[in-house]
């Protein structure tokens, strides 16, 4: 059972922890991402709604789908400076890993602007842990870094992501087209301002290890 990386790391990112009622957002150590190998191979997109083309390569199956996966997550973590940040971390419910979370900033101190992706297991979809997941990793954005907005994107027949963005707080923004499969599809984009954030904000989550985060990511101060 999983409550909390094993060790803490040299590197501050992999410290970072976001907790909530329901559960634990945890910096995606490799110990950790090892548990959640599993999940991974459960993941394999089958039928519509077909997900973004990524590296975490949700069309393949066997291992080079789970080598894929990890190359992914390794090269992002490897990614960060004051331009460019991708935090992951791992979803842990009552002590089993169970999905990814990771938070992105481009340009971060000239706009103070984030961006979300997350999946989860199969088998623990449709219980209200997309939400849950989503306000976390926002309360790590704007209470601990101190965003000044956070936007999203789905597939317009990803209903359950889109409704995760309209249950938080977001507004429609728009339009947008990516690949899936390799052929194009259109996307609906979502913004929340911290104004908007604020107007939903929760008092029963915890953030960890943020402070010491803050210089690795280019942050000299939160606003």
């Not at 957002?25 to 077909?50: N, S």
């Not at 979809?125 to 997309?130: D, F, I, N, Q, V």
């Not at 870094?145 to 728009?174: M, Q």
Request: glycine residues 10%.
């Amino acid at each position: 059972m999983l409550t909390t990386a094993a060790t803490p790391s040299a590197y501050p990112p992999l410290n970072v922890q976001v907790h909530t009622p329901r559960l634990a957002l945890l910096g995606a150590t490799d110990e950790l991402l090892e548990h959640l190998i599993p999940a991974v191979r459960k993941g394999i997109a089958t039928e519509p709604p077909w997900p973004f083309d990524d590296p975490m390569s949700l069309y393949q199956d066997g291992p080079e789908r789970e080598w894929a996966w990890l190359r992914g997550v390794w090269a992002g973590r490897g990614r960060v400076g004051a331009g460019f940040w991708r935090l992951y971390f791992v979803v842990v419910v009552d002590g089993e890993p169970v999905g990814i979370q990771d938070l992105i900033g481009t340009d971060f101190a000239a706009f103070g602007t984030v961006c979300t992706f997350s999946w989860l297991d199969p088998d623990v979809r449709g219980a209200g842990l997309g939400k849950e997941m989503r306000q976390a990793v926002l309360h790590l954005a704007f209470a601990g870094l101190g965003a000044r907005e956070a936007n999203s994107e789905a597939f317009i027949d990803n209903t359950a992501s889109n409704r995760v963005s309209a249950a938080v707080g977001y507004t429609p923004n728009g339009a947008n087209w990516a690949t899936r499969r390799g052929e194009p599809a259109e996307l609906n984009r979502w913004r929340l301002t911290r104004e908007q954030w604020i107007e939903h904000r929760r008092d029963d989550i915890d953030l960890v290890g943020v402070d010491d985060c803050l210089p690795v990511l280019g942050i000299e101060s939160v606003r």
